[in-house]
C-alpha cells in the first residue's frame, strides 16, 4: 500500500486542534507559522490524495495576521465545497454549472469561523455528495492516504483525506447519509454526526422535507471533536434539545449496548462483522452490557424509502437546475448515479408520499428502542474499503447502486432519525486499513457518545498512519 502523510517537525508537529491551541497560548508557535506550515503540507499531500476543490491560500495568509477571536483562533482548518462562503465558489463536485463566488457566508460557515478557525480552502466531494466516494469523471478520486489505491469514502473524502494525512487538524464535514462517518471510518478518524438541527445549516438543508443533513467535523481525536461541539454552542444553540456541553472525559455510567451487524437487509461481511464482534467483547471487559439484536428499529420497507428519498434530492437538483444556476448549466457533465437518481425518483413518485411518511416514522421508533438501549454499536461500513474505480460514477447506474448500497448499509438510519452517530478507528483489516465501529445514541444524546468515546480511546489507542 502506497501510505501518505505529511506530518513533520513543522509548527503544526503532530498536535491535533487543541494541542495546537495550547501550543498557541504558550507562545510555542504563531498563527502565521501554523497557518504557513499547514499551507505547505497540503501542497504536499494533495498531487497524492486530490482533496483540494479551492485554494484561498493568499486569504488565508492574510488572515494569519488578526485571525478571529474563538477557541480555535489561528486553528487552519478546511471546507467542505458544497457550504457558501463569501468570497469563494461553490461547485459541489459536479460539472453540470460554473461555481461563482458566494455574496456572503452561509449560516453554517458563519458559525463555523466564529470559533476562530482559519479556512484555507475547500475539500472536493462526490456530485453532488451523493455517492459513497468522490469519484470524479474528470478530475479523478480523492484517495485515501492509508492507501492511495482506495477511495477515502464518502462526499467528505477530501476533508478526512487531509486530515488523516497531518494536512490541517480538525475539517468541517456534512452527512446526509453517511459523510462525516464514511470518510472517518476510511481514514482512522472520528466523525460525529450530530443530532438533527444541532449546528446551524444553509438554507437548502433546511428546506428539505426530511432534514436528513447535519453538518459537523472530522478529526484525529477525542477532544478535538468534544471541542468543536463545545465552541459551536457558544455560537448557535438549538434550544430544542439539552447542550452537548464540556465533555472532557470518560463517563462513569455502565451502558447497555445493543449489537447488530445485519444492517438494513445487508450483513456485513464475515471480517467486518468479527471485528465488529471484538470490539464488543472490549466493550463488555469494560462493564457494558452487550445485547445482540437480530434487527434495528426500522421495517422491512426502509432501505428502498431511503433511496427513493435520496434520489428525489438528485432530482430536485437536476430538475431546478437551470432556474439556480442560468446559462452555465450543462446536464449533459451530469455523472451516472446522479441522472440514475433522477430517473429512479420519476418513475416512482407516485410512492413518495408514503415513503416520507414512514421515513418520519422511523423517529419514534427510534425513540422507543432507545428507552432499552444507551446506545447500538454497528460497524459504520458493512465491507473493507473499495479500492479507487469501484464505485466509478461513469459506470452504468445499477451496478454503482448495487455496489454502493452493500457497503454504504448501516449510515442511513441516523440521518433519517435525526439521532447522533460516531464514528471511531476502533479496528484494522487484514490489508491494514481502518475500518471504522459505530455507536449510535438517542436524539440528543451526543454526551453519551463522546464519553464513550474518551473510554474507548484511552482503553485502545488507534493506529497512527505517520507509527
Avoid at 495576521?65 to 463536485?93: C, H, W, Y
Avoid at 473524502?157 to 476510511?186: E, F, K, M, Q, T
Wanted: proline residues 6%; hydrophobic residues 40%.
Amino acid at each position: 500500500m502506497n501510505r501518505v502523510h505529511a506530518f513533520s517537525d513543522d509548527a503544526l508537529g503532530e498536535h491535533d486542534a487543541v494541542g495546537l491551541v495550547e501550543a498557541l497560548h504558550a507562545g510555542e508557535v504563531s498563527v502565521p507559522q501554523v497557518v504557513e506550515a499547514a499551507i505547505s503540507r497540503v501542497e504536499r499531500v494533495d498531487p497524492d490524495l486530490n482533496a483540494i476543490a479551492y485554494r484561498a491560500f493568499e486569504r488565508a495568509r492574510l488572515e494569519a495576521k488578526d485571525p478571529r477571536a474563538g477557541f480555535f483562533s489561528g486553528v487552519p482548518t478546511l471546507i467542505k465545497d458544497n457550504v457558501a462562503v463569501e468570497g469563494m465558489p461553490t461547485q459541489e463536485g459536479t460539472d453540470s454549472y460554473v461555481g461563482r463566488p458566494q455574496p456572503r457566508d452561509g449560516d453554517f460557515a458563519r458559525m463555523y469561523r466564529a470559533t476562530g478557525l482559519v479556512l484555507l480552502g475547500k475539500t472536493q466531494l462526490s456530485e453532488y455528495g451523493f455517492s459513497g466516494a468522490a469519484e470524479h469523471p474528470r478530475l479523478g478520486s480523492v484517495r485515501s492516504p492509508w492507501s492511495t489505491d482506495h477511495v477515502a469514502g464518502a462526499s467528505s473524502a477530501g476533508s478526512a483525506a487531509l486530515v488523516a494525512a497531518g494536512a490541517v487538524p480538525i475539517a468541517h464535514a456534512n452527512d446526509g447519509g453517511g459523510s462525516i462517518r464514511i470518510p472517518a471510518a476510511v481514514n482512522g478518524l472520528v466523525g460525529l454526526k450530530p443530532t438533527r438541527n444541532r449546528t446551524a445549516q444553509d438554507k437548502m438543508m433546511r428546506d428539505m422535507p426530511i432534514r436528513i443533513v447535519s453538518d459537523g467535523v472530522v478529526t484525529r481525536s477525542v477532544r478535538d471533536t468534544a471541542a468543536f461541539f463545545r465552541e459551536s454552542e457558544k455560537v448557535y444553540r438549538a434550544l430544542e434539545m439539552p447542550p452537548i456541553g464540556d465533555i472532557r472525559r470518560p463517563g462513569r455510567r455502565r451502558l447497555r449496548v445493543a449489537l447488530n451487524t445485519a444492517g438494513m437487509g445487508v450483513a456485513a461481511s464475515p471480517e467486518v462483522a468479527a471485528l465488529t464482534e471484538q470490539v464488543a467483547a472490549s466493550l463488555e471487559a469494560l462493564g457494558h452490557r452487550v445485547e445482540p439484536v437480530e434487527a434495528l428499529m426500522v421495517p422491512d420497507s426502509f432501505r428502498e424509502d431511503f433511496l427513493l428519498y435520496w434520489s428525489m434530492l438528485a432530482m430536485f437538483l437536476v430538475r431546478t437546475g437551470r432556474r439556480r444556476h442560468g446559462r452555465s448549466w450543462a446536464p449533459q457533465n451530469l455523472d451516472n448515479l446522479t441522472l440514475g437518481l433522477d430517473r429512479h425518483c420519476r418513475r416512482n413518485l407516485h410512492r413518495l408520499p408514503g415513503t416520507i411518511r414512514r421515513l418520519k416514522a422511523t423517529q419514534q421508533l427510534s425513540a422507543a428502542f432507545h428507552q432499552h438501549h444507551d446506545v447500538v454499536l454497528t460497524p459504520t461500513l458493512a465491507t473493507r474499503t473499495p479500492e479507487v474505480g469501484h464505485l466509478d460514477p461513469t459506470r452504468d447506474y445499477d451496478t454503482i447502486m448495487d455496489r454502493l448500497m452493500a457497503w454504504v448499509a448501516f449510515t442511513p438510519l441516523q440521518n433519517v432519525t435525526g439521532d447522533p452517530a460516531i464514528s471511531l478507528p476502533l479496528a484494522t483489516t487484514a490489508e491494514g486499513l481502518p475500518q471504522g465501529m459505530m455507536f449510535g445514541a438517542g436524539a440528543g444524546r451526543e454526551a453519551t457518545l463522546l464519553e464513550l468515546a474518551y473510554e474507548l480511546e484511552e482503553a485502545f489507542p488507534w493506529a497512527r498512519i505517520q507509527g
